[in-house]
């Protein structure tokens, strides 16, 4: 079973400027996250999918990031612009339906902002 | 609302000396556990999860975690360290139908040969 792909796995860019990321989760997969996770802590969630539809993005700062998930499978998240805080690695992570089942993570893209 | 706290940012531990992570948790309902692994440059990857069955959960590479509700901890412990161990360990929480986690801070454990 092919796991969870994302790209780029790395991407370095100046501030103000704009970035996006690509997320492919299992296959079957209903529900999609991304989480923020700055060096040194633990990941943070940004936005929540169940199919195509947001369950939560309480913690996404809307201003400047946004997310898409095209028809319930692949999902976008982007930045612009960015700011030097931004620097962080950005996971992506799926899990089939169902209550507090396991989450499976990918490698991450991992932002610098100069 | 839920939150973990892991005690103990590094630590270090001798090949073959126990390992205990420390992780405490808060939450307003039965909380669903979890541990998971990050090695350098790598996505996360699940050691183990309590999930309401037994309190003593056993997970892959030996690592086992005890479920304490009166003390409301989820230690992550492994008799003997192998250096292969060497990693970024998470504990995290959910609850509820929306599957959130909410990890801890993490703690990165050494294993000096």
């Known amino acids: 079973e092919a796991g969870v792909a994302q790209s780029p796995r790395y991407k370095i860019i100046e501030k103000r400027q704009s970035v996006a990321f690509w997320c492919n989760p299992i296959?079957?997969?209903?529900?999609l996250y991304w989480y923020q996770q700055i060096l040194g802590q633990g990941p943070k969630l940004l936005i929540q999918?169940?199919?195509?539809?947001?369950?939560?993005d309480s913690q996404l700062p809307k201003d400047r990031f946004s997310a898409e998930r095209l028809k319930g499978v692949d999902s976008t998240l982007k930045i612009q612009p960015a700011k030097l805080e931004d620097s962080a690695v950005y996971l992506c992570?799926?899990?089939?339906?169902?209550?507090?089942?396991?989450?499976?993570f990918g490698q991450g893209t991992r932002l610098t902002v100069v | 609302a839920q939150s973990v706290t892991q005690l103990g940012s590094h630590v270090s531990v001798s090949e073959g000396a126990l390992v205990l992570l420390r992780c405490n948790y808060s939450s307003s309902v039965p909380p669903y556990l979890f541990w998971y692994v990050q090695y350098p440059n790598q996505g996360l990857q699940l050691l183990l999860k309590y999930t309401s069955a037994a309190t003593l959960v056993k997970g892959i590479n030996g690592f086992e975690a005890e479920f304490k509700k009166s003390e409301t901890s989820f230690h992550l412990t492994k008799p003997s360290a192998h250096m292969s161990d060497a990693a970024e360990y998470f504990c995290a929480v959910t609850s509820g139908a929306g599957n959130m986690l909410t990890f801890g801070g993490g703690t990165r454990l050494m294993v000096k040969p």
């Open positions: 992570a799926s899990s089939p339906r169902g209550v507090n089942t396991e989450a499976f």
């Open positions: 999918f169940q199919n195509n539809g947001v369950v939560d």
């Open positions: 296959s079957g997969h209903a529900t």
